[in-house]
């Protein structure tokens, strides 16, 4: 099953993000495996399940790290981007799981 990872700072209020998108994926017939971690964790994630990975997407809390992780994703062949802050913090999950998508279609 594809992973959709989001990355944040501790991955707390990020999971609460992560249960609106799953209800919204499971809406859409559509079957990911959409969870978070903190960011520093995204080389080992990569390095265990790269091959797995559909997209990463930053929480807005570090957006400051995109351009480090952009050099890791790339070399996994990735897409990577910082959540919309507003879809984030109104805990969009539709409009987070449409950024998602439309990085890899």
């Given at each position: 099953m594809k992973r959709i990872i989001l990355a944040c700072a501790a991955g707390m209020s990020t999971s609460m993000l992560v249960t609106r998108i799953e209800k919204e994926a499971v809406a859409r017939?559509?079957?990911?495996?959409?969870?978070?971690?903190?960011?520093?964790?995204?080389?080992e994630e990569l390095q265990n399940?790269?091959?797995?990975?559909?997209?990463?997407?930053?929480?807005?809390?570090v957006r400051f790290k995109l351009e480090e992780n952009k050099k890791l994703t790339?070399?996994?062949?990735?897409?990577?981007?910082?959540?919309?802050?507003?879809?984030?913090?109104?805990?969009?999950?539709?409009?987070?799981?449409?950024?998602?998508?439309?990085?890899?279609?």
């Open positions: 017939g559509l079957e990911y495996q959409i969870y978070a971690i903190p960011e520093q964790n995204l080389r399940y790269g091959q797995d990975v559909l997209v990463v997407l930053l929480g807005p809390q790339d070399s996994y062949q990735l897409p990577i981007a910082v959540i919309d802050s507003v879809a984030y913090g109104t805990l969009n999950g539709a409009k987070v799981l449409d950024q998602a998508l439309a990085l890899v279609h």
